[in-house]
């Protein structure tokens, strides 16, 4: 396995091998219980063989058959990576090279869109005024027509598909983040790494309880710092995230949604799926037009689409009163 350019310089760092690892053994991002991920390293180095798939073992030492070129840059991305299969002989029998560009996404060496298919959704737009004016032609909100390409791209790979499956997968994505955060302020200790990074989020969390019991005010500053800490130091330690947009900006739109969900309007699960949507629509256009890769674009200008909202005649109610939060939370947003 060896990755090249940002991927390698980045690697360690940002657990690229440990991730990679647990690929190669079958592990499902969405399934696998992260304070497994440790002792399944530990099992892989010391044995130095590697359950393909979570079946057949191979011979893997860690140490050689991981390699980080920091000094070569493939030339289609910044983020590459070759995986090789050899025999028994060390003849290489499969050799596969993939790029990381952004989101979450993964594109094999040759392939040009990560999202490339058949599928043409019944509104497709490539621009913020190409999605404004589906909205105006058909009377809905963004969010509403979002999930009518949704529901049908559900219906392209599954004829089964309903509109209620797919709220329940994206009721799945905010429960994946409301446990992170959980997670999140339960953990105390140093992060992982050389630099000695303590947790804070737990302190936070802490110091905003004692404040509430003692009837003392809590600023909404204190709220969004400490939701979006709790899952930025789990994403430093290897937790489960949702890449939203992508992991290094994983902890703003849980942030958000978290103070939506606790004094906006708790348990408000369609105005949750209606932020998603709305997200997701404004999200799609920056990596369509632009990126959200940090290796091509710098770590700050991901989190640059984050403070972006569609126009006040697109929202609902709800939202303008999330836009007047976000106008006085961005110093808070910096946090990821």
Known sequence: ?????????????????VAC????????????????????????????????????????DWDKDVVFHFDKVLPEHPNGMTLTAFDNDEKPLLSRTYFSVGGGFVVEKGETDALASDFTPPFPFNSAAELLEHCKNENKSIAELMFVNELARAKH?????TKKSVDEHVDAIWHVMKACIERGIEQDGVLPGGLELKRRAKKLHDCIKKKDLDGLPVDSNDWVNMFAMAVNEENAAGGRVVTAPTNGAAGVIPAVLAYYDKFVAPDNANGIRIFLATAAAIGSLYKTNASISAAEVGCQAKLAWHVQWPP??????????????????????STT
């Open 157 to 161: 790979n599954d004829k089964q598909a």
């Open 21 to 60: 690892v647990m690929g190669l053994m079958g592990e499902w991002p969405d399934s696998i219980n992260p304070d497994d991920i440790p002792t399944m390293c530990d099992m892989v180095k010391g044995s130095k063989e590697l359950p393909l798939d979570g079946h057949r073992f191979i011979p893997f």
């Open 312 to 333: 006040r005649d697109s929202q609902p109610p709800w939202a303008r009163h999330l836009h007047k939060l976000k106008t006085r939370q961005k110093s808070a947003w």
């Open 1 to 17: 396995m060896r990755t090249y350019g940002s991927l390698a310089l980045t690697g360690k760092g940002h657990a690229t091998d």
